[in-house]
């Protein structure tokens, strides 16, 4: 038998700080109310623009049936890098990409939009003449990892950049037609930029051709969000066709928390994690749950019991006392050693200078790792049993973005557990793993805009 497997003898101090991160049933279900009621807001014509969860509409009302076939292209954005892809598809089970990775340059991240846009579209044009498409005319979908306001499905406004991008005199700007703008310097090549969405609406509709009763997609990594399907006679800022009957909406839930709806859940561990963040005051969702925040919440909580001698006693906080060092590859490598066994663990460790480390502070650290994760997985359960809900579908698949899920056991397990105990009993749901990238929604996307528009 392990030893350890008694926190609150074995280690109280760490058992006390760790209980600040438990969450009731109680708690859970009040959260989950909360989430409905600021999605109910974002809908709202009047209620928008004060709701937590804003609900932007995508514009896409059109979800994938598994029958769709061709060649199409597509751009991802995320705040590290982008990907331009061709994507083709020829059967129920066959889909080929090809892609080419672009590094976005830290001097064109920050300098004036029309840089960043001309960038892109050089990279674009090089990507299709190697594919020798150039002359194609290909849909395009690009699908996108900051804020959009969208107005149609080829018209997205920029609400804010973030980690990391500031290139200038892009917000409040069509980020579509300031590609269209730099793509059209290419006299030589021929794309047809059809739309643009989310990253996490591209992740729903990616996994939708191959699973057609998919409605969430979920993303959980250095950001959190979600899309889900509505009806449009729900959406009060929709002025469109009452022939479409869905919408998918991006509802950037990560600012969950701006309207009071987590205070009383956040802890000490949480202010000082928002307080040291680059946007101090917002997003307090997310910074209960994503990985670029869960390694310093463990991070904080190992400094805190050092300071009050019961913890890695016989070391100094050189390496440990650094902000924001513990990441989330680490978390997942010290909660991945089996019970009793501890070698991953002392593998982080050895990284801070903090090596031969006593068995007992090891399982502890272990501990302090397994409760703030299995937090964060409770309070996406929570979002996403409020999704669930309230589109009250017999059964869903949701498709889930990102490596914590992927790579984590146990946070699946808490997640689908408290899931299941959060949702209505009628309204069964699968989570599967995206296999497929947001960007292959977005090429989809691309070719149903398309595909639509010749048919009308």
């Given amino acids: 038998m392990a030893k350890y497997e008694h926190p609150e003898t074995d280690f109280p101090e760490a058992y006390k700080l760790c209980k600040l ?51 199409f292209l597509a751009l991802e954005m995320w705040p590290t890098n982008g990907r331009i892809m061709l994507v083709k598809f020829s059967s129920e089970k066959d889909i080929y990409m090809s892609s080419k990775c672009v590094i976005v340059p830290h001097t064109v991240a920050g ?6 846009f001309d960038f892109l579209a050089d990279n674009i044009a090089i990507f299709v ?48 037609q300031l590609l269209r703008n730099s793509l059209a310097k290419h006299k ?37 969000n979600a899309a889900y399907v509505e009806l449009s006679s729900q959406c009060e800022r ?45 997003k307090y969702y997310e910074k209960c749950i994503s990985t670029l925040y869960l390694g310093e919440l463990v991070r904080l909580i190992v400094v805190r019991l050092m300071d009050m001698g019961v913890m890695f006693t016989d070391y100094n906080q050189d390496y440990i006392g650094i902000h924001w060092k513990m990441e989330m590859k680490s ?15 002392q593998e982080v460790m050895d990284k801070f200078k903090m090596r031969n480390c006593q068995e007992r502070d090891l399982a502890m650290l272990k501990y302090i790792c397994q409760v703030v994760c299995d937090r964060s997985a409770k309070l996406v359960a929570a979002g996403l049993a409020a999704l669930i809900n309230r589109m009250n579908y017999s059964q869903i698949s949701i498709s889930v973005d990102g490596g914590i899920y992927r790579l984590f056991p146990r946070y699946q397990e808490v997640l689908n557990r408290h899931t299941q105990q959060l949702a209505n009993p009628h309204n069964k749901f699968e989570i599967v793993v995206a296999e497929d990238s947001p960007g292959v929604g977005a090429a989809i996307m691309a070719g149903l805009a398309v ?3 010749q048919n009308k």
């Fill in 21 to 71: 991160f438990n969450l009731t049933q109680e708690n859970l279900i009040t959260v989950r109310n909360g989430m409905t009621k600021e999605i109910i807001n974002g809908l709202g014509r009047e209620s928008h623009a004060r709701s937590s969860i804003r609900c932007f509409l995508s514009y896409v009302q059109n979800l994938p049936t598994g029958q769709e076939r061709g060649r």
């Fill in 111 to 116: 300098a004036r939009g029309t840089q960043l």
């Fill in 129 to 176: 003449k190697e594919k020798k498409v150039e002359k194609e005319n290909l849909p395009m979908g690009i699908a996108f990892a900051f804020a959009l306001n969208k107005l149609a499905l080829d018209v997205g406004m920029l609400v804010a950049w973030t980690k990391g991008y500031g290139a200038q005199g892009v917000v409040g700007k069509d980020v579509v």
């Fill in 188 to 224: 030589d090549i021929s794309v047809n930029l059809a739309g643009i969405i989310n990253i996490s609406a591209g992740s729903l509709m990616a996994l939708c051709w191959s699973h057609v009763n998919t409605k969430i997609g979920l993303i959980i990594g250095t950001v959190t």
């Fill in 238 to 282: 929709y002025e469109g066709s009452p022939e479409l009957p869905l919408m998918i909406i991006n509802t950037e839930w990560a600012q969950f928390g701006a309207n009071g709806h987590l205070d009383f859940m956040r802890n000490e561990f949480d202010k000082l994690v928002d307080e040291d963040s680059t946007h101090p005051g917002q």
């Fill in 331 to 345: 978390l997942i490598g010290i909660v991945s050693d089996p019970p009793g066994v501890y070698v991953h663990g």
């Fill in 451 to 453: 595909s639509l528009a």
